[in-house]
């Protein structure tokens, strides 16, 4: 009697055991993401086997192949259909590839192949105890200004871990526009931001401030972090799945197969509101919208610069791409509760990033109030909720990002005694002592004022277009009204660098290896290709705007 329970206990158990399916994973369609991260490992072994003489090399090589390697994979995916035909949900429904997401892999890719040209500079300080050092910490582990940091400056010490930092931080940012789960969505977004926060506090100079910077990032950053997780939490209470098709038909209503679980929570649209508000508060703390903007001057100022110019490039262009997915594939059944909250967000950070930059001082903190002027003229397009809307803005992100990083350089390259020469009282008469940076500079400055024939004139037009189209003419002009008062400084430091005396104890501009070249040259090309001749990118991006679902 007893063998015979045994015998049917273990039958029954193992029964549905043996029905368990594989995982199908879609490798060759990860693949951009699978290379980056197969190589941020390789750097840490680098960092483990490689001696110290090599490293700098190494990872530089590692990385480099990585992200070219990266980017070849997503243009073979596009050229195979992926982004238009060929759309569809891969990895068990976690990662959708599809036009946005490609475009903006691409993008990501490219802005961090520039950015790290900038990470790798070792010309522009003067070298210390006959070693060549670039922009982060001999040791990060260091007190600053402690016998263990000065020996490890001597030492010729320079943290090569920056490399596989940044490389975690990319495949974190190429899967977080590309998520098609909630819980998709909040590892990619974990796995982007440690990085950064990391990146921020490892400057060589002014130590202190960096560390400060990578404090607050860490801390607003976790706050906004544990928002997107309350609201991945309701929302999945509310719709009984973390899957975006899912919650996107409750929220519809066009679900089919309503259990009496979710027939409860269904009707609960509180659940769904406030869950819908926290995940997309989460998201625009990390495009720097106001009021979740208060982090960004402090940490653009206070990180190394060539983590700011990537930082500001490629982190917008990530959490931009999540965020139009939110809003067009899971959300668009709220689209009459999300416009208005998205109007006020979008007028109050045009009008709050223009109008603050006026009194800025310091080079750093004026393109980060920049930046979130910018944020607010991008979210112009994401309100529009057509599909000209999506193609606008990923044609923006694209411009922005190289305009972006070009800048950050710019900056890296004017330097005084104590390091960079941030403050703008130092730039007077800049174009006196030497005139190409500061004619690139101009050429980036006029690019963020949007004036004609540069890419930053060809995204504005293509975003209040799409909002005016959608509907949303008021906000376009806001937008414009917007924009005059921000090129007012720009234009006030094109005055300054071309028609001030120099001072005779002002900043020098140091002479870049060619990887800083090479990261300012693409710049001025993108933004000057971009201006004149934007039509093949436009078609690029429309083509490419269309979510799988």
């Known amino acids: 009697m007893s063998t015979a329970v045994v015998h049917n206990l273990w039958t029954t158990a193992a029964d549905p055991i043996s029905k368990i399916d594989a995982p199908k994973i879609e490798y060759a369609q990860l693949s951009p993401t699978l290379i980056v991260v197969g ?37 073979a995916l596009a050229a195979d259909g992926y982004g238009t035909t060929k759309a569809h949900i891969a990895a068990m429904g976690a990662i959708a590839v599809d036009g946005p997401a490609l475009f903006l892999q691409g993008t990501i890719l490219l802005s961090a192949l520039v950015g790290l040209f900038t990470f790798a500079e070792r ?29 490890a400056v001597k030492a010729g010490f320079t943290t090569t871990e920056v490399f596989p930092l940044l490389l975690f931080a990319v495949a974190g940012m190429l899967v977080f526009p590309a998520a098609n789960d909630l819980l998709t969505l909040f590892i990619a977004l974990e796995v982007f931001s440690l990085p950064l926060y990391l990146l921020c506090a490892l400057a060589r100079r002014k130590r202190l401030l960096s560390q400060e910077a990578a404090v607050k990032y860490f801390l607003l950053g976790s706050f906004a972090s544990a928002f997107t997780l309350f609201g991945i939490a309701l929302l999945y209470g509310y719709a009984g799945s973390v899957s975006y098709a899912t919650i996107a038909q409750v929220v519809d209503g066009t679900v089919t197969d309503v259990s009496p679980a979710l027939a409860d929570t269904m009707g609960n649209d509180v659940l769904l509101l406030i869950g819908a508000a926290m995940l997309v508060m989460g998201l625009l703390f990390k495009v720097g919208a106001v009021p979740f903007h208060m982090w960004t001057p402090d940490v653009y100022q206070g990180a190394p610069t060539p983590v700011t110019g990537f930082m500001a490039a490629a982190t917008k262009v990530a959490a931009f791409g999540a965020l139009l ?55 112009a397009g994401v309100i529009a909720t057509t599909p000209d809307g999506v193609s606008s803005v990923l044609f923006y992100l694209a411009a922005y990002s190289f305009v972006t990083i ?144």
Request: a positive charge; proline letters at 5%.
């Open 123 to 151: 010309r522009l300080d003067p070298e210390t105890h006959g070693n060549r050092v670039d922009s982060f910490a001999a040791q990060a582990a260091s007190v600053p200004g402690s016998d263990s940091e000065k020996a």
């Open 39 to 75: 190589a941020a490992v390789v750097g840490i072994l680098v960092e483990a086997f490689v001696p110290r003489r090599a490293r700098y090399h190494a990872q530089l090589f590692v990385s480099v192949v990585a992200l070219v390697a990266a980017f070849a994979a997503v243009v």
């Open 406 to 549: 070009g800048a950050f350089a710019v900056v890296t390259l004017v330097r005084d005694a104590g390091g960079e020469a941030t403050h703008l009282s130092k730039w007077a008469g800049l174009g006196r002592r030497s005139p190409l940076v500061a004619a690139v500079f101009a050429v980036f400055l006029l690019a963020f004022a949007g004036i004609p024939l540069t890419s930053g004139f060809a995204g504005k037009f293509a975003v209040f277009k799409a909002a005016a189209e959608g509907g949303a003419a008021p906000l376009v002009v806001v937008g414009v009204i917007s924009s005059a008062i921000a090129a007012f400084f720009y234009i006030r430091v094109i005055v300054l660098m071309f028609f001030s005396e120099p001072r005779p104890d002002g900043p020098t501009v140091a002479v870049p290896s060619p990887l800083t070249m090479t990261t300012i040259g693409v710049g001025v090309a993108v933004t000057l290709v971009l201006g004149v001749a934007p039509q093949y990118f436009l078609d690029l991006a429309s083509q490419a705007g269309v979510f799988v679902r």
């Open 325 to 379: 997915r939110i809003l067009y594939v899971v959300l668009p059944g709220l689209r009459w509760d999300w416009r208005p909250v998205m109007w006020g967000v979008a007028v109050v950070t045009m009008l709050g990033g223009a109008i603050v930059a006026i009194t800025q001082t310091d080079i750093k903190r004026l393109l980060a109030y920049s930046s979130i002027a910018h944020a607010g003229f991008i979210l």
